[in-house]
């Protein structure tokens, strides 16, 4: 607990606590909250779409061809 250092504003003006980027750990930039950059964030953003379109659900083919 140093008070001086909330004294001392010499640095970027804290709006918000920097977290860690989800993809690259880095200190996320408030821009992009809370990556650390737009390239991160579409990185996520792509792999949660694709993740989603992962999951089997198109099963009616290989049954639509099961009639001998
Ligand atoms: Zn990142």
Redesign the pocket.
Known sequence: MSSEETKGASNVAPLRKTVP?P??K?PSHREHYP???DR?RNVDLNRWLKGSYAIPVADDESKANDDE
């Open positions: 980027c993809e690259c880095r990556f650390c950059s991160c």
